[in-house]
């Protein structure tokens, strides 16, 4: 009996070897890097943020924002909020009690402008002003998270650089938003307009980072972190003098970042996306693009036939799979309640359901191994963490970071390697309710 079960051990482990060496081959003759290296992707990363905060050509755009956390609370002050990014477009009155306490009104949520047909730069502003009727006048002040690549100026207006998420408004790249969206509110009969405060999600949420910071702990610095539909990541910049930069927070746009290994699946994705060549990082990596990616991949294993005849004929049948629907197998495989886990029940060995589990968490993997490779980046780049008691706070938000599989305890275990372990520098994560409302308000009260 003993042998017999040692037996039957034994016979699990060799399976399972054999399991995954036939996922890496198959990855690997796609240029699929499985396990990559994060040190080699930080050095490359580095050199990328250097070249663009020194303005020579580099992926990443490196915005200056001319801003920083606040050294005082907020306090008996109230600020309109608008979050527009991604599909959703939400607006509320955030008002600080005498404490500093946020308090949220009137929060609505619409979808953004653009989305559904495209619009003139009046139609998109006008708009703007309809989503905000029911704010009119409520507070002379506007933080304005505005979600897309941006030039802040240093009056705090942002100008557009161009829209990374489908929206259809192109006369609208190039424009002074702030400018723009007083001029339309003005128009639709607001009485009075001190200041709009451009600013994207990842400054939004570092600054949140930093207004609520848990009793008794102390930071040297804060990060902004975003794995959701997209991905982008803000930091503080230490002086430099030699490059005539300030002390503030930097946008990255993070998810341009291109000196990286694309595979066979990440190149068929890529050119049938809407924007061939851009944000393919991002593409890599985030909740918006892995479901496309995960397509390529599975029917690619498939066509191949990978797996089982009669479950490489069923994969086949899928037009399409978006993220929630990966994830959904990756986080229950023998459930049905995925079109995945539905295919797997009607045909799949367990052979099968192992390689196509192997194979759809290496590319989660990557992600985790691409989220820890920025966040490392900005860790080092602020200069800052080498107390453990004043670690660098990185505020993470987005459900692709916490919902996605393992991904926030692979990144958690990544960074514990290469920067604790590795490079004695400190860190800690953290997430905060109505992070990025809170942070836009923060911002929209910063003369």
């Not at 609370?73 to 599909?87: E, F, Q």
């Not at 949220?104 to 003139?120: A, N, Q």
């Not at 942002?158 to 424009?175: D, M, N, Q, R």
Request: hydrophobic content about 40%; overall charge negative.
């Amino acid at each position: 009996m003993i042998f017999s079960q040692l037996n039957l051990k034994f016979s699990d482990k060799i399976k399972e070897v054999y399991m995954n060496k036939k996922a890496s081959a198959f990855l690997s003759k796609h240029n699929f890097p499985v396990h990559a290296d994060i040190n080699a992707m930080v050095d490359s990363l580095l050199f990328d943020m250097n070249e663009g905060l020194a303005k020579r050509p580099a992926a990443e755009d490196m915005i200056k924002t001319y801003s920083n956390p606040p050294e005082s609370a907020a306090a008996g002050k109230s600020v309109i909020v608008i979050d527009a990014g991604g599909t959703n477009f939400r607006s509320c009155l955030l008002t600080f009690d005498q404490f500093g306490k946020a308090n949220i009104d009137f929060m609505e949520k619409t979808t953004m402008p653009g989305t559904e047909k495209e619009l003139s730069r009046r139609e998109f502003f006008d708009k703007f002003a309809e989503n905000l009727e029911h704010l009119k006048d409520k507070s002379a002040n506007i933080g304005f998270c505005f979600s897309y690549p941006m030039t802040i100026t240093e009056d705090g207006d942002g100008i557009l650089i161009g829209f990374s998420k489908e929206i259809k408004a192109p006369e609208v790249v190039g424009c002074a938003i702030g400018k723009e969206l007083k001029a339309a509110l003005l128009a639709h009969g607001w009485s009075k307009i001190d200041r709009i405060t451009l600013l994207n999600d990842t400054v939004a949420a570092l600054l949140a980072g930093a207004a609520c910071p848990d009793e008794g702990q102390l930071y040297s610095s804060y990060i902004g972190f975003i794995l959701g539909t997209g991905m982008n990541a803000a930091y503080i910049q230490p002086e430099n003098k030699e490059l005539g930069i300030s002390k503030q927070i930097i946008v990255c746009e993070s998810g341009k970042f291109d000196k990286i290994l694309c595979s066979d699946f990440d190149k068929a994705y890529d050119a049938k996306s809407s924007k061939p060549g851009t944000s393919l990082i991002e593409k890599q990596c985030s909740g918006g693009y892995m479901g496309p990616l995960a397509y390529e991949i599975v029917h690619t294993a498939a066509e191949e036939k990978l797996f089982s005849d009669k479950f490489s004929e069923s994969l086949m049948q899928i037009e399409k799979l978006s993220f929630i629907e990966v994830n959904k197998f990756l986080c229950s495989p023998y459930s049905t309640g995925s079109i995945l886990g539905a295919k797997a029940l009607e045909s799949a060995t367990e052979e099968d359901y192992d390689l196509l589990f192997t194979i759809l968490d290496a590319m989660v993997d990557r992600s985790a191994r691409c989220a820890a490779t920025i966040l490392t980046a900005c860790v080092i780049q602020s200069g800052e963490g080498k107390n453990p008691t004043k670690p660098v706070c990185i505020l993470c938000n987005g459900t692709t970071f916490y919902k996605g599989y393992k991904i926030k305890s692979r990144v958690d275990a990544y960074l514990e390697e290469v920067l604790v372990k590795q490079r004695n520098l400190h860190y800690e994560i953290i997430e905060r309710e109505n992070d990025i409302t809170l942070g836009t308000a923060i911002a929209g009260l910063i003369s």
